[in-house]
């Protein structure tokens, strides 16, 4: 699998300004600190969710931050 505190760590490297906000939904513990650390590594935020109430507050916060919301859309990935 991938290895996403590798992949943060190089993120902070390769991509010093690029912040990585992560919304864990149904996670157990340590899927949660492996994901945590991808936002971690690059100054971004981690929200853990267990609802889909908490879902759309994660998101609806994330996507109109002034910071997210100018900055110009990457492609979506997924980590399972």
Excluded: D, W
């Excluded at 996670?27 to 945590?36: K, T």
């Excluded at 981690?46 to 492609?75: G, M, N, V």
């Amino acid at each position: 699998g991938l290895n996403v505190c590798a992949l943060g760590a190089k993120l902070r490297v390769e991509a010093p300004n690029i912040r990585v906000h992560v919304i864990g939904f149904h996670l157990r513990a340590a899927s949660e600190a492996s994901i945590a650390c991808l936002a971690q590594s690059t100054k971004g935020t981690y929200a853990s969710t267990r609802s889909l109430y908490e879902l759309k507050a994660a998101l609806r916060k994330t996507l109109t931050c002034p910071r997210i919301s100018a900055a110009p859309l990457a492609p979506l990935m997924v980590v399972r």
